[in-house]
Structure formats: structure tokens, C-alpha cells
């Protein structure tokens, strides 16, 4: 709990407290609309590969904005585009209101994903470039915590406002949570925090260029390509699983995914700390996705839970739900992946942020970090999806499970290679990778 503590006591630095409230803004968001997804496949009968469309709408976006938006952010004003990316992320709410049939969703998920990226890249940007040296994994690791609570504030609360409410309802929070962080940030944030790169200095390739010429960065950039692949899916699927197959409510499959976001927002300050203590972040960073392609792997047992278990009937706020043996695997799962993203993320982001500084470029190393998830997050949702039609649910889960395997291997082999450049720059051999 003391761990807990130090990230709370951040709280007391005003611009911390109030890009915490972008995280908590974005990732309350982001987490709701998951499960309102899984209510417009329900309702209007989706296919697997329609339901991946509605992850690669929103990733197809951010893989054509996040370099170009970096850059920008390395050589502008970084409070100008984080307030810009609220407002777009209330035209998001606006427009999920309208929506009455599987092309409405796919087309707002793209704005949504324009939104998205906007306030994820410049709010780890200005954290990574404001935090005191010596603390950069707190100030990462705390950020990304809260960013957590949030989203589980999103996955509970949301997944009540659905369940017992409307879409309305809900999209008229979310805006007035979006617009009350965009006072925080107007208010409290100083002008032009970060963007220390001169645009003159050279062009935004060469830029780029220069970034994936490390080697520890390259091999990061590679890992993500495939291991958001597997992910996604998770991300995507599982709450389309749960309510399709399952018939779990809203709410329910909103205490599911708390489970992980409760597991991250409780280790995730706690990782930050360790790796500043310990170093070797690519082992955290390995470790992390191991055990996320565990999770993974057990999303279909899901299936034989269900009937085999002795089903549990809670009663709340006066109502009454029975909760299957389904509904306790996806629990158990999702658990486990929120501590494996607790010992993943604070060690990638910080890794980003380290080697961007060696170009003054921490915006493009960051967008470096969205692009090489892009790939993986246009591509897998629908490759997965199309799986899950011609084979089954659990089928599609296994193959993502495969995927993360693959990628944590050729990880771990490629970050070892780059570390050994650092310890001993004579040896010739690592640098080939």
C-alpha cells in the first residue's frame, strides 16, 4: 500500500494531477465503449469479421496519424493538441448517440481513434518530458496506474450505466468527465510543456530513421508488430464473448474486465518503482508478455467453466444477477493479464522514452511505440475475427495466444543481443541483429 501512496502523493504536483486527469479521462472512455460494443454486436447480430472491423476502424486511424502527430508534438505545442484531443473525443460521444447500425459504429470508432491517439501520445510525451530526473518509472508507472483506476471507473461504471441506463445516458458522462479534464489541463498545465526539438534541425524521416537505428528500440518496435496481434483480440473478443456467447450482462462483463484493470492499477506504480531499482527493463518488458500469452490461453476454458461450475446469484443496488462458471474463468483471465501488463508497461514506456532522448525525439519514439502497435491492431482484429467464423471463439483466442508466444521469444532473444551492445560496445557481434 505504501507503493500506492507514493503514486497518490504525485497528486500534490498540479500538472501531474492534471494529465492524471486526461489518463483518467481517456482510459474511463476507452473502457466503456469496449463494453458498449459488445452490446452492438449483440444487437445487431455482427460476424466475427464485422466485430474485428470495429477494432481495425479504430487502429486504421492511428496507424496513418501517430507518426506525423509525434512530430508535431516534438516541434510544437503539446498543451494546444492534448486540449484538441478532448473535444475530439466529445464529438466521439456525440456521434456514438446517433448510431443505428454496424457501419455508424465502424465509422465513429475511426474518430475515435483520432481522439485517441491524439491524448495517449501527447500525454506520455509530457510525462516522460516533465517527470524529475531519476524518477521517470514513477512518474510513468503512476500515470499509467491511474490511467488503470480509470479504466476500471469505466469498466464498472459504465458497464452500470449501460446495463441500467441507455447509451445516452452514458455518452452524456463521458463527455462531462472529458470537458472537466480539459479545465484541469487549460487550467494547470504549462504552455508548451516538452517539444524540445528544433524542427530545423532535421527532417521528420531522418528523425525516424535515426530512432529505429538503436537497436534495443528496434527491438521493441518488432515485438509490438506481432504481440498486438494477440492482444487485440483479447481486448476486442473477450467482451464480444461474454455477452454473445455467454449472455453476460453489461454490468457483469464490466466487473470482468476490473479484474485486470484492478490487478494493474494496484502492481503497476509498484513494477514502475522496481524497475528504476533493478533495471533490465527488457526482462520486466518479457516476463510481462509471457505471462499475458498464459492469460490469453485461458480465455477458452471459459467454455468448459460454464455448466461445470455451480452458477452464483448476487443481488445489488436491487436487482439480481446469476453469474455461470463463464463468468469466473473470464474473471480469472483477465486477471492475470492485468498483472501481466503491470510488469510489461512501465519497462516499455520508459525504454521508449530513454532512447528517444538520444535524438531529443521523445513524441516520435513514443509514436515509434503507437506504429509498431498499429500494425498488429489493424490487422489482428479482423484476422482473428475471420478465424472465429470458420473455426470457433476459442479457436481464434488459442491462435492469439500463439502469436504473443512467438513474439515474446524473438523478444527476449533481440533485446538480450541489443543490452549486451550497452555493456560492452567492442563486441561486434550484437550490433548485427
Known amino acids: 500500500m505504501a507503493r500506492i501512496g507514493n503514486s497518490v502523493a504525485l497528486l500534490k504536483d498540479k500538472e501531474f494531477a492534471a494529465l492524471a486527469g486526461t489518463a483518467f479521462a481517456r482510459s474511463q472512455a476507452y473502457s466503456t465503449i469496449l463494453i458498449a460494443l459488445a452490446l452492438y454486436a449483440d444487437l445487431f447480430g455482427t460476424t466475427g469479421f464485422v466485430e474485428g472491423l470495429f477494432g481495425t476502424a479504430f487502429a486504421l486511424v492511428q496507424l496513418v496519424i501517430v507518426l506525423p502527430l509525434g512530430r508535431k508534438v516534438d516541434t510544437g505545442n ?76 469505466g469498466d464498472l461504471v459504465g458497464g452500470y450505466l449501460l446495463y441500467a441506463y441507455d447509451f445516452t445516458t452514458t455518452y452524456v458522462v463521458l463527455t462531462v468527465v472529458t470537458l472537466a479534464a480539459f479545465a484541469l489541463v487549460f487550467a494547470f498545465l504549462r504552455d508548451n510543456p516538452g517539444g524540445r526539438k528544433d524542427p530545423e534541425e532535421s527532417g521528420g524521416i531522418e528523425t525516424f530513421r535515426s530512432l529505429i537505428g538503436l537497436p534495443l528500440l528496434r527491438s521493441l518496435v518488432t515485438f509490438r508488430f506481432t504481440f498486438s496481434v494477440g492482444k487485440m483480440a483479447v481486448i476486442i473478443f473477450l467482451p464480444i464473448y461474454a455477452r454473445t456467447e455467454f449472455g453476460i450482462s453489461a454490468f457483469a462483463i464490466g466487473w470482468i474486465m476490473a479484474g485486470g484493470k484492478l490487478t494493474k492499477a494496484l502492481t503497476q506504480g509498484y513494477v514502475g518503482d522496481l524497475t528504476d531499482r533493478f533495471g533490465g ?152 541483429s
Open 78 to 153: 503539446a498543451k494546444r493538441y492534448l486540449l484538441a484531443g478532448f473535444l475530439i473525443n466529445v464529438v466521439v460521444f456525440l456521434g456514438f448517440i446517433a448510431v443505428s447500425n454496424p457501419v455508424h459504429v465502424i465509422l465513429i470508432r475511426m474518430v475515435q481513434g483520432l481522439g485517441a491517439s491524439v491524448l495517449w501520445i501527447t500525454g506520455a510525451t509530457i510525462i516522460g518530458e516533465i517527470s524529475p530526473d531519476g524518477e521517470r518509472g514513477r512518474w510513468l508507472g503512476s500515470y499509467n496506474q491511474f490511467a488503470s483506476f480509470s479504466s476500471l471507473a
Open 281 to 432: 527493463k527488457h526482462r520486466f518488458v518479457a516476463l510481462g508478455a509471457l505471462l499475458y500469452g498464459v492469460g490469453t490461453a485461458m480465455v477458452p476454458l471459459a467454455a468448459l467453466a460454464e455448466g461445470t461450475l455451480a452458477p452464483v446469484t448476487v443481488s445489488y443496488l436491487g436487482d439480481t444477477q446469476t453469474l455461470g462458471g463463464a463468468f469466473f474463468a473470464l474473471f480469472a483471465a483477465y486477471s492475470l493479464l492485468g498483472v501481466a501488463d503491470s510488469i510489461r508497461l512501465p519497462a516499455s514506456m520508459a525504454l521508449f522514452v530513454e532512447e528517444g532522448e538520444a535524438y531529443d525525439s521523445v513524441a516520435s519514439a513514443m509514436s515509434l511505440r503507437s506504429i509498431s502497435w498499429k500494425v498488429g491492431q489493424v490487422a489482428g482484429p479482423v484476422a482473428v475475427g475471420s478465424i472465429m467464423d470458420v473455426f470457433s471463439t476459442e479457436v481464434g483466442f488459442l491462435v492469439a495466444a500463439g502469436f504473443i508466444a512467438f513474439a515474446t521469444t524473438a523478444f527476449w532473444w533481440q533485446a538480450s543481443r541489443a543490452a549486451a551492445v550497452r555493456e560492452d560496445p567492442t563486441d561486434p557481434a550484437p550490433s548485427e
